[in-house]
């Protein structure tokens, strides 16, 4: 629920800025991607972990950045998020790891630092076209 | 939860009154989808005219619940919304998923109902 009132938050400031309807669709769905990564991975099991999101439209993308104090990226990498092709078969299909892939779809200018016990994540989520 | 079942012309309308369906709610929703369509028509359609939001774990849900309700029931989505066309067409999990852009004239009924 935190980051579902995160997610209004930080929609509320895109409106206010003038963002297109769809530029915030992408903006939202990217944004609560990376949020529910960092509390599930970076601060699972931390209910007193730091998340902090700062987001300003600059009148073409939605520049973005989200800190945390959790647990570290894995080799420090950020995934790559493929998807492998879906199989014929129903039962093949996969349940998860989509959310890295849309992270990269909608995203420019990704990138990861790990500073004094920080995670820092920054990113501009770019239009697409539908 | 908000998940209300009507049966038309062969197929059970499932229509999802949720905004969003999402990692806060993706495990619940999967179940309730797997409760509601395990009796009746063997075709189930998922009305989703009301769904705004749908993240990763509210598409896994989606597969999942299709999966579970496979092979003597098929699960079909109706009436995706911009996020969930996205979502959808991104993830090219519109190449797996039957998508209705609108309920059938046999269920019309139940699309100016709610």
Not at chain 1, 50 to 74: K, Q, S, Y
Not at chain 2, 97 to 104: A, K, N, S
């Given at each position: 629920?935190?980051?579902?009132?995160?997610?209004?938050?930080?929609?509320?400031?895109?409106?206010?800025?003038?963002?297109?309807?769809?530029?915030?669709?992408?903006?939202?769905?990217?944004?609560?991607?990376?949020?529910?990564?960092?509390?599930?991975?970076?601060?699972?099991?931390?209910?007193?972990?730091?998340?902090?999101?700062?987001?300003?439209?600059?009148?073409?993308?939605?520049?973005?950045?989200?800190?945390?104090?959790?647990?570290?990226?894995?080799?420090?990498?950020?995934?790559?998020?493929?998807?492998?092709?879906?199989?014929?078969?129903?039962?093949?299909?996969?349940?998860?790891?989509?959310?890295?892939?849309?992270?990269?779809?909608?995203?420019?200018?990704?990138?990861?630092?790990?500073?004094?016990?920080?995670?820092?994540?920054?990113?501009?989520?770019?239009?697409?076209?539908? | 939860?908000?998940?209300?079942?009507?049966?038309?012309?062969?197929?059970?309308?499932?229509?999802?009154?949720?905004?969003?369906?999402?990692?806060?709610?993706?495990?619940?929703?999967?179940?309730?989808?797997?409760?509601?369509?395990?009796?009746?028509?063997?075709?189930?359609?998922?009305?989703?005219?009301?769904v705004e939001f749908l993240d990763s774990s509210g598409l896994?849900?989606?597969?999942?619940?299709?999966?579970q309700l496979a092979p003597d029931r098929r699960l079909e989505?109706?009436?995706?919304?911009e996020t969930v066309r996205k979502v959808l067409r991104l993830?090219?999990?519109?190449?797996?998923?039957?998508?209705?852009?609108?309920?059938?004239?046999?269920?019309?009924?139940?699309?100016?109902?709610?």
């Open positions: 629920m935190a980051v579902r009132n995160a997610l209004a938050s930080v929609c509320d400031e895109w409106k206010r800025s003038g963002a297109a309807d769809d530029l915030q669709g992408s903006g939202e769905l990217v944004m609560a991607e990376v949020l529910n990564n960092v509390v599930e991975h970076a601060q699972a099991g931390r209910p007193e972990g730091i998340v902090e999101v700062a987001t300003h439209f600059d009148g073409v993308r939605l520049v973005c950045a989200v800190v945390d104090d959790g647990a570290p990226m894995p080799d420090l990498e950020l995934p790559l998020g493929h998807i492998a092709p879906y199989s014929d078969h129903l039962d093949e299909l996969p349940e998860g790891g989509f959310g890295w892939f849309l992270i990269r779809s909608m995203t420019q200018n990704l990138t990861y630092n790990r500073v004094e016990g920080w995670n820092q994540l920054h990113f501009d989520v770019c239009g697409t076209s539908d | 939860m908000l998940l209300e079942k009507q049966e038309f012309g062969g197929a059970q309308v499932i229509t999802v009154s949720e905004a969003r369906i999402d990692a806060a709610i993706a495990i619940q929703f999967k179940e309730r989808v797997r409760e509601l369509a395990s009796n009746g028509p063997d075709r189930v359609v998922l009305n989703l005219s009301a896994g849900a989606l597969v999942a619940a299709m999966k989505l109706a009436c995706p919304t993830t090219r999990m519109d190449t797996v998923f039957t998508i209705h852009e609108e309920l059938d004239a046999a269920a019309d009924g139940i699309k100016h109902a709610s």
